[in-house]
Structures are given as C-alpha cells and as structure tokens.
C-alpha cells in the first residue's frame, strides 16, 4: 500500500479452506501488496519480525466442520484477528458458496463474528466474474469448466452433486438462512449502477439486518463494492465480510483506481517447467476426471488407492505401505506420479468408503463427511512419507478438504504466491526449515477450477 494513512496491515482473511486461501492469496500478490498466508494467526510480533506486510491470509478448514466444532476452533481464530487490528476481516468461501445448515454453515460464522466482532449487517460479497461467478438479484450463477456454459448454482453439473455440500437453492439469502435464521438484506445490480450514494444505502440496511448480499455481474460491479468496503472501513469500527476473492478483486481494483496500490510491484513470476511433480487428487468433480484422464494420456504413472481398504483398521498398514513405496519407486525413476481417491462422482470407490463407515455405525450423510475427512488424512500422511524419502520440487493437490488436510500434515510455516497456472489455483512456494519443504512449490486448487490439462501445466509450464 502506498497511501500512509491506510493502515499496513488493511486486510487478514480466513479461508475456510486451503484452496480458496491461495486463491484470495493470488489476488493480493497480483495486485502488488506484500502478504504471506500462515497456517495459524501469527501474532503482531511475528509480523513485525518478518517485515510487515500489507495484507495477510489464515488458512483454516471450516467449511469441513460441524457447527460445535466451528465453535471450538473459530472464536480463537476470530480473537486473534482481531488483536491484529485490521480495518478489514474477510472470512472467505468459496466461490460456489457450497455450505450447509450442518456443515461449513456460512450463517453459523455470521452468527459468530457479529457476536465476536460487535458487527451488525455484515457484508456478502457473492460475485466473482474473474472466475466466472455471478450474482444477479440474489441469484448466484457459474461458469462450468465441463461444458463451458454458465449455470444457475443449483442446476450447476458439478455443484448440484458436491458430494458434502450440494448446492440445492441459487437464492444466497435463502440459502444462507436456510443455515441460520437472519434478516438478509439486498443491494442488487440496479442499485450498484444507478445509486449515488450506496455507501449510505449499505450503512442503513446493515443498522437493519443481520446480513446484506451485495449482486456482483461485472468488474466495474465489484469495484463499486470494494469502494464500498473501504469507505465503511474508514469509520474506524472493523468491518467483517463474507464473500469468495472477489473481495480481493473488489478491494484491489478500487484501491488500484484511486492510486493506493502500485500492479507493477507484483512478485508473480511465470510458470517454469520442472522435472517431474506428485499430484494428489482426491476431488470426485466430473472435471477432475478429465483433468487425470487428460494427465495420465500424457504420461503420468496412475496410482489408484483403494479408499474403502485406506481406512479399514485391518488394511489400513499395508494399503499406506503400498501406496508409498511405489509412488516412490517411479519418482526415483524420474516419472510424475498422480494418485487419486476417485474418478468422478460415479466412481465405486465412493460407494464402498460409505459402506465401510456405516459398517462402524454412522449414518450415509455422517459418512461421507467423516470418511472423507479420514481418507485426506491418511492421503496426507502418504505425501509426507513419499517427501521425507523423496524431496521433490512440485506438489500438485486437488480438492479443497484434501488440500486442507495435505497441509496441516505437512505443515510448512507460510505460504506465498509464486507463479499462475489457473485462476484461483495458483503454484505457491512453502515457507519452512524442514528439509524436505523447503524448496517445495505446492498448487492447491478445488475440484472445480482449472482447465482440462492443469496438471500437464503445472509439469510443463505456460
């Protein structure tokens, strides 16, 4: 940031998830500004010892967890924002704003941080155009990388069958208080181009509802809205919001027109080509399918777990085992090696994990979440293992709880943005001592995002 009169540290964003926290992260390195993502709240001292930045990120997994466990882990995560003393706090969701009453519930954080905070009519930023996300009268649309046309949320080919959080309502006010009882304000497209003072406008609705969904169709539209937030920013009082990166791109592109932030600054280096890479796909997205298809045609060794015998307690050792060693054997013979835990949304192994987790007494919907969350974990531990043996130079995760789970594993102390290779899942480089992180560059990207030959690109660069 350039202006002295903005606080240097202007904005901390949470990720509820690791893959849209690069994404956020992508976007503030791109637009010039210093900023780092960190694994848990560094403190105002840590910062201080780093050299500062202007922007930071906290990557979290809350859009796996339950309300109770949101309520074990956030108010700490929330507190330690706020000793931080941003003037804005962005909790960011994905773009598909994927959630449930029960799971990842968007509406049990605003419940929290209007408590935490002292908050009343928190923003929801909805659309991202950048990213093919659009927000209209309320209504939220996507751009579908399977067949390139953009769908309302609900009749998405890949978000109405998320295999967690399937997306069944378009209507973000709706489906946000279907979560969580709120008055939800509206600030649709008509008033974003036609309103002189929507500053005003979004003060009064948030003195009178718990939420306001601001529409987003177009860039000058989330420009308008980053203008938005940092006039409500000014009044001193923290300003806490919801939305997927397009705050980011919001805040960025005001903030560049008004002279703020300097583009050319950007550290953002092109896309180089390495030897060989590891990815790690455990997204069950009718696009993942053809992204792994697309990289085994161009010459990627296929290690396919077999999830159900992952997390038996019987087959568990010997599966790991297995798993490990010949992933290693064809990275020490100089290959790029992708192991998946399904092939799109029909692939059996998904049926068979349920299975096994009702066998230990949990309900269909249980399973899936605590299965899921199981096999990242012992994905995770595999990718440790294989980096301890083998330290490689380029990690490649895909799906956004199995990116989370990979990364807390392996815990590197920060992360930042290094190169581009898809919008909103960018190659980042780990900050950390360990031996075998040091040098590591990791993409981590949801299910959705990316075009067919992602992984080829992360091999081979631009």
């Known amino acids: 940031m350039q202006s002295s009169t903005t606080p240097k540290l202007h904005l901390v964003f949470y990720g509820d998830d690791f893959t849209g926290s690069t994404d956020a992260l992508e976007v503030l390195t791109a637009a010039g500004l210093k900023c780092a993502l960190f694994l848990t709240p560094p403190s105002p001292q840590l910062l201080a010892e780093m050299g500062g930045f202007d922007a930071i990120g906290i990557a979290g997994d809350s859009r796996a967890l339950s309300n109770a466990e949101m309520d074990d882990v956030l108010p700490d995560v929330f507190q330690a924002i706020k000793r931080l003393s941003p003037s804005l706090v962005h909790y960011k969701v994905c773009s598909t704003f994927d959630s449930a009453p029960n799971v990842g519930s968007i509406g049990h954080v605003i419940g929290l941080a209007s408590r935490i905070f002292g908050v009343k009519g928190i923003p929801i930023i909805a659309g991202n155009p950048a990213l093919g996300r659009y927000c209209v009268f309320g209504n939220l649309y996507a751009l579908s990388k399977t067949d390139h046309a953009v769908h309302r949320i609900d009749r998405h080919p890949i978000m109405r069958a998320h295999p967690i959080t399937p997306m069944q309502e378009a209507d973000l006010s709706v489906h946000i208080g279907q979560q969580k009882k709120l008055s939800i304000a509206k600030i649709d497209i008509c008033q974003l181009e036609e309103t002189v003072d929507l500053t005003r406008l979004a003060s009064e609705a948030s003195a009178r509802h718990d939420a306001v969904l601001f529409d987003g169709l177009t860039e000058a539209h989330m420009t308008t809205a980053g203008r938005v937030l940092t006039e409500l920013s000014d009044s001193g009082a923290p300003v806490f919001i919801v939305g997927s990166s397009g705050v980011e791109y919001g805040l960025t ?80 013979a100089g ?42 974990i012992e994905v995770g531990h595999i990718v440790l293992d294989i980096l301890k043996a083998y330290p490689l130079k380029r990690l490649v995760v895909s799906g956004g709880d199995t990116s989370s789970q990979i990364t807390k594993i ?48 992360a091999l081979r660069g631009n």
Request: proline share 5%; hydrophobic share 40%.
């Open 410 to 457: 392996l815990g590197p102390d920060a992360l930042v943005i290094k190169s581009d290779i898809s919008p909103g899942a960018p190659l980042c480089q780990m900050l950390s001592n360990k031996p075998y992180l040091a040098e590591l560059e990791v993409a981590l990207k949801g299910g959705q995002m990316g075009d067919k030959d992602y992984f080829v690109k």
């Open 335 to 376: 290959r790029s090696v992708l192991i998946h835990t399904a092939k799109g949304p029909e692939d059996p192994r998904i049926e068979q994990m349920i299975e096994a987790m009702t066998a230990k007494g949990l309900t269909r919907d249980e399973a899936r979440i605590h299965g899921g969350k199981q096999l990242a």
């Open 253 to 332: 592109q005001h903030w560049r027109s008004v002279d703020l932030i300097d583009a050319c600054q950007s550290q953002v280096t092109p896309l180089q080509p390495t030897k060989q890479v590891l990815v790690i796909s455990g997204s069950a997205s009718p696009l993942s399918r053809v992204q792994i298809d697309t990289a085994i045609s161009n010459g990627f060794v296929e290690l396919a777990v077999d999830t159900a015998a992952l997390i038996a307690d019987s087959q568990r050792s010997e599966t790991f085992h297995t798993v490990v060693t010949t992933a290693i054997s064809h990275l020490k």
